[in-house]
C-alpha cells in the first residue's frame, strides 16, 4: 500500500508552479560573468552560463543537504541573487535557499563582491538566506528579504576569470608602495627580522615579490615569491589588498586578503587565507567567523618609497 504525504505534495506541487514561472526563469547573470569558469577567492572554481552557476558548495547543516547548483533569481544593479537549484527538505516540508551578492566589477575579468545575508551560525556561518516554498512567492518579490545585513568592509571575496589573472592586476596600494624588510608572526613565534629581508612593491607597482633567501617564511602563501594585486578597499586608514599567488604548482591558498596600516613609511599587516574576516586587524593573526586562527601578522620596515 503506497501512502502519500498530501501536505508534502501539495508543497512540491506549489514549488514546481512558482520556480517554473516566466518571472523567476527571465533573470540573467551579467553579461561578463556568462559562459565561463571563475575562480572565487572562497569556493574555488565556478562556472557560470547564462542563468546558471556551479561549484558554490553549501552544506546546511540541519537537512545534512549539500547545494552545488545555483540559478539566477535577480538581478538589480549592483546585487545578485541566486537561488538553489535543489532544495532544503528538514520535517517534510520545502524550504528554499539565497545568495544575496553585491557585485563590483574591477576589470573585464575580475570582480569583488559582498555577501549581504545573514550568517548562519548552524551553517559553520555560511551566509545564506532561507524561506518556505509556501511563501516563495512573497519572499522574492522584495529584495531586503534575501539581502539582510550589510557586511563589513573587510569582508570582500574575489571573482577572477580563469586564465586572464595577468590582465587584472592592479596598482597596489599606497601603503605597500615601498621597498621593505620584515618580522613575521604567526601566532606562535616570530620570525625574520634580521633587517635583509625583502619585500618589493617598487619595481612593479602592481606586483608584490618576496626574497626568501634572509627569512623562508611564506608571505602570502606563495613559494615562489610573487603575487598579484587584484583589488583594493580602504576603510579609515586600513587598507585591504587581495593578492593573487602565481605558483604554478599550488600546495596552499591561491587568494590572499593583506591588511595594512601605516606608521610614518612603515606597515602594519596581517594575512588572511581566502578573504579578509570580519574581525581582522593588523597586529594579530585573523580569526574565522567560527572562531579559528588562520594567517599571520607582520611589521614592514620601509627601506625607500616608490
Not at 13 to 29: K, R
Amino acid at each position: 500500500m503506497i501512502t502519500i504525504n498530501f501536505l508534502k505534495l501539495t508543497c512540491f506541487v506549489y514549488l514546481l508552479e512558482q520556480l517554473f514561472s516566466p518571472s523567476v526563469l527571465a533573470c540573467t547573470w551579467p553579461t561578463a560573468l556568462q559562459d565561463g569558469v571563475w575562480l572565487d577567492s572562497d569556493k574555488g572554481s565556478l562556472t557560470f552560463n547564462a542563468t546558471h552557476m556551479s561549484g558554490w558548495r553549501l552544506k546546511t547543516v540541519v537537512s545534512s543537504i549539500v547545494i552545488t547548483e545555483w540559478v539566477c533569481q535577480n538581478n538589480t544593479g549592483d546585487f545578485l541573487i541566486a537561488r538553489a537549484s535543489n532544495n532544503i527538505d528538514p520535517y517534510n516540508s520545502f524550504f528554499i535557499a539565497f545568495l544575496c551578492l553585491k557585485m563590483i566589477q574591477v576589470s573585464n575579468y575580475s570582480f569583488y563582491y559582498y555577501q549581504n545575508s545573514a550568517e548562519q551560525v548552524s551553517s559553520n556561518y555560511e551566509r545564506f538566506e532561507v524561506t518556505s516554498s509556501m511563501n516563495f512567492t512573497s519572499f522574492i518579490t522584495n529584495l531586503s528579504n534575501m539581502c539582510t545585513e550589510t557586511p563589513a568592509t573587510s569582508e570582500f571575496h574575489m571573482l577572477l576569470k580563469q586564465g586572464y589573472q595577468n590582465e587584472s592586476k592592479v596598482y597596489c596600494p599606497d601603503a605597500f608602495l615601498g621597498m621593505f624588510s620584515y618580522t613575521f608572526n604567526n601566532g606562535s613565534a616570530t620570525a625574520c627580522g634580521n633587517h635583509n629581508e625583502l619585500w618589493d612593491v617598487c619595481s612593479d607597482r602592481k606586483v608584490m615579490t618576496f626574497n626568501y633567501k634572509a627569512c623562508t617564511q611564506l608571505i602570502a602563501y606563495s613559494e615562489l615569491g610573487t603575487v598579484y594585486c587584484l583589488n583594493n578597499v580602504t576603510s579609515g586608514t586600513n587598507y585591504y589588498t587581495a593578492v593573487y599567488n602565481t605558483d604554478t604548482t599550488l600546495n596552499s591558498y591561491r587568494f590572499t586578503c593583506l591588511m595594512g596600516s601605516l606608521s610614518g613609511n612603515d606597515v602594519f599587516v596581517s594575512q588572511s587565507p581566502n578573504s579578509c574576516t570580519k574581525t581582522q586587524n593588523t597586529t594579530s593573526v585573523p580569526v574565522t567567523a567560527n572562531g579559528t586562527s588562520l594567517g599571520a601578522f607582520m611589521y614592514l620596515r620601509a627601506y625607500n618609497t616608490c
